[in-house]
């Protein structure tokens, strides 16, 4: 799967025992081990893999690289008619300090550039939302 940031993701698995190596960049890892390692983690332990995702309306127009899919930290605001969906700026995959500022990850698909005012769905980076 083409991502950023992300790459290089490894799963390797021998028998029941999986093994994820994730990048080396510290936001790629974040990235990964939120996206891939703890929804796995979770449907191990029997949980729901996926965390609930929130909408949002977007305030900010986005178009991925072809053929790539984005995870783009960002902030998730309460505002009267729900929440808005602000893009946080970041020097890259070796940003972890935006990860201090980013309450939610946004998902965007190469085949789906982001809107202003478009409604999407986020993964809060809270366990219990936003």
């Not at 996926?50 to 505002?79: E, M, N, R, W, Y």
């Not at 890259?92 to 478009?118: C, E, H, K, W, Y």
Request: hydrophobic share 45%; aromatic share 6%; glycine share 8%.
């Amino acid at each position: 799967m083409a991502i950023r940031p992300g790459k290089p993701l490894t799963v390797m698995a021998q028998g029941p025992r999986l093994a994820f190596c994730l990048p080396g960049n510290p936001g790629a890892s974040a990235i990964c081990a939120l996206v891939f390692l703890l929804p796995c983690l979770r449907a191990i332990m029997g949980q729901q893999p996926q965390a609930a995702l929130l909408s949002g309306v977007a305030d900010f127009a986005f178009t991925p690289v072809v053929s790539t899919t984005h995870f783009l930290p960002v902030s998730c605001v309460p505002g009267a008619n729900g929440f808005r969906l602000s893009l946080l700026p970041t020097v890259g995959a070796s940003d972890i300090i935006v990860f201090s500022r980013a309450n939610a990850l946004l998902r965007v698909d190469p085949d789906r550039p982001v809107q202003p005012d478009q409604t999407r769905w986020v993964l809060p980076l809270q366990p219990n939302g936003i």
